[in-house]
Nanobody
Framework: DVQLQASGGGLVQAGGSLRLSCAAS????????IGWFRQAPGKEREGVSC????????YYADSVKGRFTISRDNDTNTVNLQMNSLKPEDTAVYYC????????????RGQGTLVTVSS
């Protein structure tokens, strides 16, 4: 079975840090780009960051640029999102998703982990 398990969420004060992890299994991890998304109550889903499988190039939303860092470990099939200088507006459920570009393939998405940033 395909699994994308996000972990590492929690409650943190503004200015603090959290490290989210996405553990993948059940598909060829090396073939997939991995992205982090978030959805806050009453708001639309937002793409936060992603990392490609081909050259580990990265993308960050403007709202997190300079504060978040994404990385992947193809040996452990894990993608991490280091979140620093957290703000209350970062509060959301964060989840990871996988997409294979260039070849018709299903997308995969895991259950999320809640991040709450208090002011």
């Amino acid at each position: 079975d395909v699994q994308l398990q996000a972990s590492g969420g929690g409650l943190v004060q503004a200015g603090g840090s959290l490290r989210l992890s996405c553990a993948a299994s059940g598909f060829i991890f090396d073939d997939y780009s991995i992205g982090w998304f978030r959805q806050a109550p009453g708001k639309e889903r937002e793409g936060v960051s992603c990392i490609s499988n081909s050259d580990s190039s990265t993308y960050y939303a403007d709202s997190v640029k300079g504060r978040f860092t994404i990385s992947r470990d193809n040996d452990t099939n894990t993608v991490n999102l280091q979140m620093n200088s957290l703000k209350p507006e970062d509060t959301a459920v964060y989840y990871c998703a996988a997409r294979r570009f260039g070849v018709p393939s299903p997308d995969y998405r895991g259950q999320g982990t809640l991040v709450t940033v208090s002011s």
